[in-house]
């Protein structure tokens, strides 16, 4: 029995419920200080070192340390560190700080579970602080968090089912390194996983959500929710899944197209979360040694050049009040050092040599065409050459192209400093790869040179592919306008869906209402009035006038079939009652 230490979660979590009602200045040194402690602290702790207990009366392990969750632990405690000190240069209040702690600590709880159970808890606690959140800015964000809830909520339950299944097949809920087990299992967490992933068609969350809460929420979005569904996929599937690569390199390709098609900035980015998180699920699914260190080093490279886009888009949101290329242009002179760490981000996204998006996404597309899948091979260069594309165009409309008329300050020192934290190992990891692969999970040993003539020629072409791609469309691109997605259809035919339900289920008691209401009066009257009710039936007495002896006897048969007919009356409308009721 390994002695217990504290899961990172607990401080972190502890200092969110501190941060909501402290100062602004005091919560966010507090916020920082704490998650800038959990990069040593889950660095130095043992790979082996665990905490064993029982949650909900089964046997669970609440932190579990190996080369995967500390690699994740790294590099969220550091983003979160410097999202916070972002958020305070950028005017975020301490309750949104709280909420995005809290939104950490559960996402550290999650990557640091030792078996299904904990890792199930905190993904589903994660999915409400992170809705909090995005609730917490208002206005169009508030119906997006619902939005956003309501699929997460769903892909939470189909996850949850596919564990419940696994523990029927196994007995346990521990992790066994086999991944989920049985066939029906899979197949449940490979979607409700690809919920948190994006999956083509369960993607429309990510475009729809992160444009719209504040500047410093959406650092903090685009980082934990898609890469803790990466780690959660590598659990479902540790020796990996073909179909779940093939996915992986469809979103690669997809996610990159629509934000080639995007005018809103941040909407732009986000269909690149979904794109280069292709990547990393095709790495996964593929299996083999270089093509999961790949998706785990693209993990933590992406964590890093993604927070660092969102940040210098923000700053240009924050100082021009605009969200659209069209009514931008010509910032470069005005936020230079914005301009500079832009293009190092867009440099590391889009796979250029020299930066740290060149050395995992060459090690995942090289794990590829060493296994001969070619189309998944195929596919990802063509994500990359989309990939560029898009950011010529962000950069070309937001930096060179025109002139912004109003007046624009610089960014301030916060801002500043949260960017240039970011943008050094973006360039350090990309010129020294061994530094990455130092850092990177034991998978068993992997055979990678980065710096090949052939590696670098590739990253040369796909660049040269984007310039010239970007010369020829530029001009279609300018008039494209906004681009529907899925979630157009979906969120319609919910809205229409839920309408005609209710509406229905509305209308269906109302007429069996009625014809409760109809059935008793009659009833009502037939017990009152028999003799009426038999004469409005059309019943006539039988009995001849001219009979006179036996009219007694007649009056008296006459009086007990009447009584019984009401009787019978009062018996089927309580039975059609009860009936209409059992139906409905």
């Known amino acids: 029995m390994v002695d217990p230490v504290i899961p990172p979660f607990v401080p972190v979590l502890t200092a969110a419920l501190l941060v909501a009602v402290l100062g602004r200045r005091s919560g966010h040194a507090l916020a920082t200080l704490v998650l800038a402690a959990v990069v040593p602290y889950v660095w130095l ?3 082996g070192q665990h905490f064993q207990t029982l949650l909900f009366g089964f046997d669970a392990v609440l932190f579990n340390v190996d080369g995967f969750s500390q690699l994740m632990g790294v590099v969220f405690g550091f983003i979160g560190a410097v999202a916070v000190l972002y958020s305070w240069a950028s005017k975020a209040d301490p309750r949104q700080t709280a909420f995005a702690l809290g939104y950490v600590g559960t996402s550290l709880g999650a990557v640091f ?26 206005g169009r964000a508030v119906r997006a968090g619902f939005r956003y809830a309501l699929l997460h909520g769903v892909g939470g339950t189909l996850l949850l089912g596919a564990i419940i299944w696994h523990y029927v097949e196994t007995g346990t809920f521990l992790f066994t390194g086999d991944g989920l087990a049985g066939t029906v299992a899979p197949v449940l967490a490979a979607v409700g996983i690809g919920v948190n992933v994006g999956f083509i068609g369960l993607h429309a969350w990510l475009p729809d959500t992160y444009p719209r809460p504040h500047i410093a929420a959406s650092v903090f979005l685009c980082v934990y929710t898609t890469k803790t569904g990466v780690y959660g996929m590598f659990r479902a599937f ?4 073909l179909a779940v690569a093939y996915m992986g390199a469809l979103m690669a390709v997809f996610g990159a197209s629509m934000a080639l098609l995007q005018g809103d900035m941040r909407r732009l980015l986000s269909y690149h979360i979904q794109s280069q998180v292709g990547y990393m699920i095709a790495g996964v699914g593929l299996g083999s040694a270089l093509a999961t260190a790949g998706a785990f080093g693209h993990v933590f490279n992406h964590i890093l050049y993604k927070s660092l886009l969102f940040m210098t888009v923000g700053v240009v949101i924050y100082q021009t009040g605009e969200e659209h290329l069209e009514d931008l242009g010509g910032l470069w002179r005005k936020l230079p050092l914005t301009a500079v760490a832009f293009l190092i981000a867009a440099l590391s996204i889009a796979g250029f040599p020299g930066f740290n998006g ?8 090289a794990a590829a065409h060493k296994k001969h899948y070619d189309i998944i091979w195929y596919l990802l260069l063509a994500g990359g050459v989309g990939t560029f594309l898009s950011f010529i165009k962000l950069g070309y409309y937001v930096f060179l192209h025109g002139e912004y008329d109003g007046e624009v300050r610089p960014a301030n020192v916060g ?17 020294y790869p061994p530094a990455l692969f130092a850092i990177l999970p034991d998978v068993g040993g992997f055979e990678y040179t980065t710096f090949t003539v052939g590696h670098v020629a590739e990253g040369l072409i796909l660049a040269a592919l984007g310039v010239v791609g970007f010369v020829l469309l530029k001009k279609p691109l300018a008039k494209v306008g906004r681009v ?46 028999p003799a009426g009710t038999l004469d409005r039936l059309g019943v006539a007495n039988v009995v001849g006038s001219d009979e006179a002896a036996t009219n ?9 079939l009447r009584a019984g007919f009401g009787t019978s009356v009062l018996l089927v409308a309580l039975l059609v009652v009860i009936a209409l009721f059992l139906l409905v």
């Open 45 to 47: 702790v043992p790979t």
């Open 113 to 138: 579970a030792g078996d299904w159970l904990t890792l199930i808890f905190f993904w589903e606690l994660m999915a409400v602080t992170s809705t909090l959140l995005v609730w917490h800015y208002g």
């Open 238 to 241: 540790p020796d990996g899944q």
């Open 358 to 365: 060149f050395v995992s996404k060459g090690m995942v597309l």
């Open 415 to 431: 801002q500043k400093l949260a960017m240039v934290a970011v943008a050094i190992p973006c360039v350090v990891f990309g010129i």
């Open 484 to 529: 529907p997605d899925v979630d157009a259809l979906y969120n319609r035919a919910g809205f229409y869906g839920t309408r005609a339900l209710v509406v229905g289920t509305t209308e269906l008691y109302a007429a069996v209402d009625r014809a409760t209401v109809a059935v008793t009066s009659a009833v009502a009257g037939a017990v009152r009035d």
């Open 552 to 560: 007694g006897a007649n009056e008296q048969t006459g009086v007990d």
